[in-house]
């Protein structure tokens, strides 16, 4: 007879009982009684288990750092968990793990002023008109568009569910965008070409270029406002 396999589940119906227990308790004591026993494994497992699928590490941070700020924020934010309202307690506080996590990132890329080299880069691609196309800059507020694109990619970030790869592909682009001079204008030119940033995302990413056209339907609507905007 076949072993059975034992049970990966580490955040269920226990575990949900013990966050109505949690935020229902009246004293210190009890609630950090009920946290301890019930509640720090799951919480430890869930935002480990996050950190590690979506790759959502942050540069000078050990892993411990990062999983422990990431507790002590959630932490912060449980008691605007409402049980009533039907959600589990497992999607609300991974929703805020996740989004906490991407935040950082996002924050602290926005505070880098990293270059990206391309030198790399086959300049033949860069030539080649099926793959450019010109922009006219007497018309188009290249800035503006851009900024506008990164703010609206670190909001469809933080409100959408994005699966591992669409995660890296989606910061890798606002790292791109962040430093678009040295992709969109490379050299003397003023011909946007796309084969440079697809190259770059699977230099950033190191998925396949299969894998980040997939990832990359998610930001189709994002991609093609932009297009449009450097068109009109």
């Known amino acids: 007879m076949p072993r059975k396999a ?3 589940v580490y955040f269920g119906e226990p575990q949900e009982r013990a966050v109505r227990m949690f935020l229902t308790a009246t004293t210190w004591t009890e609630r950090n009684d009920i946290y301890r026993t019930h509640l720090l494994f799951p919480l430890n497992k869930m935002i480990e288990s996050i950190i590690r699928r979506y790759k959502l590490y942050r ?3 050990e892993f411990e ?3 422990a700020d990431t507790l002590s924020f959630l932490i912060t934010k449980a008691d605007k968990f409402k049980p009533a309202k039907g959600k589990k307690a497992y999607s609300y506080f991974g929703t805020i793990c996740k989004n906490y996590l991407m ?3 996002i924050k602290e890329q926005k505070e880098q002023n990293r270059s990206i080299s391309y030198e790399d880069i086959s300049s033949s691609m860069e030539n080649d008109d099926r793959y450019t196309y010109t922009m006219d800059e007497e018309h188009v507020e290249t ?3 851009i900024k506008k694109l990164i703010d609206e990619l670190e909001s469809f970030m933080l409100r959408t569910t994005l699966n591992e790869n669409e995660t ?3 910061l890798a682009l606002i790292d791109i965008f962040s430093n678009y001079e040295h992709v969109f204008q490379h050299g003397k030119s003023n011909k946007f070409n796309k084969n440079l940033v697809l190259l770059s995302l699977r230099e950033m990413t190191n ?3 299969k894998e980040i056209r997939s990832s990359l339907r ?3 609507t994002l991609y093609s406002e932009l297009m449009q905007g450097m068109r009109d």
């Open 6 to 8: 034992k049970s990966k």
């Open 207 to 209: 998925l396949s270029t």
């Open 168 to 170: 890296k592909v989606g």
């Open 143 to 145: 800035t503006e568009i």
């Open 59 to 61: 540069k000078g941070l």
């Open 218 to 220: 998610k930001y189709r």
């Open 103 to 105: 935040g950082q990132i």
């Open 65 to 67: 750092d990062i999983h």
